[in-house]
Nanobody, 123 residues
Framework: QVQLVESGGGLVQAGGSLRLSCAASGFSLDDNAIGWFRQAPGKEREALLCISIYDGNKNYADSVKDRFTISRDKGNNTVYLQMNNLKPEDTAVYYC????????????????WGQGTQVTVSS
């Protein structure tokens, strides 16, 4: 059974950091790409970063460039999103999702999603 579980969200002050985790089960990270997305109230879901052994790390959002990084721990079958220098506009529900092999910035390409974790950045 494919499952993705996000954790690590919370309330943080502007300028602070958080690390989100995406624990994957029921499949191997080796054959799949994992993407991080976010959705703020009233906005569309936005692709942020993606990781795959086939095409490396991809960044789809200029707004998080040089602040957010993606990494994976094969042993724990977990993908991380390190978020530094957080801003109030980063407030959203953050999701991880799976697609086959190669990364993509299109929400529709991802077939399995976690339940999301809330990140709130206060000013």
């Amino acid at each position: 059974q494919v499952q993705l579980v996000e954790s690590g969200g919370g309330l943080v002050q502007a300028g602070g950091s958080l690390r989100l985790s995406c624990a994957a089960s029921g499949f191997s990270l080796d054959d799949n790409a994992i993407g991080w997305f976010r959705q703020a109230p009233g906005k569309e879901r936005e692709a942020l970063l993606c990781i795959s052994i086939y095409d490396g790390n991809k960044n789809y959002a200029d707004s998080v460039k040089d602040r957010f990084t993606i990494s994976r721990d094969k042993g724990n079958n977990t993908v991380y999103l390190q978020m530094n220098n957080l801003k109030p506009e980063d407030t959203a529900v953050y999701y991880c999702a799976r697609t086959y092999y190669y990364c993509s910035g299109y929400v529709q390409r991802f077939e399995y999603w976690g339940q999301g974790t809330q990140v709130t950045v206060s000013s």
